[in-house]
């Protein structure tokens, strides 16, 4: 098993950036394939951006493409989802998870994952 934890959310201005990270323990991180997910107030959780488990394959959503970037450190067993120009849209509870890698690419479906964090907020101010 796996076990995370978020952090780096907060309150930034519309325009602002913000780092987030996801600190795995446990079994060897990179024998996961991970991503990030978020939940708005009365919206169901969806898909951000994932990254397989050496990280030379990342997708997002439509949504951040071009604005957040996902990467990892397997040294580190962390994950981290770099948020620029962030638009009070982006405001949600930001969830990370992790799937036991069964291929070399990413997946982007919150079914796929079986572990997740507690979540960190973001807040996006107009």
């Known amino acids: 098993q796996v076990q995370l934890v978020e952090s780096g959310g907060g309150l930034v201005q519309a325009g602002g950036s913000l780092r987030l990270s996801c600190a795995a323990s446990g079994r060897t991180f990179s024998s996961y394939a991970m991503g990030w997910f978020r939940q708005a107030p009365g919206k169901e959780r969806e898909f951000v951006a994932a990254?397989?488990?050496?990280?030379?394959?990342?997708s997002y959503a439509d949504s951040v493409k071009g604005r957040f970037t996902i990467s990892r450190d397997n040294a580190k067993s962390t994950m981290y989802l770099q948020m620029n120009s962030l638009e009070p849209e982006d405001t949600a509870v930001y969830y990370c998870?992790?799937?036991?890698?069964?291929?070399?690419?990413?997946?982007?479906?919150?079914?796929?994952?079986?572990?997740w964090g507690q979540g960190t907020q973001v807040t996006v101010s107009s």
């Open positions: 998870a992790a799937v036991y890698r069964r291929y070399s690419g990413t997946y982007s479906s919150k079914f796929q994952y079986g572990y």
């Open positions: 990254i397989n488990w050496s990280g030379d394959s990342t």
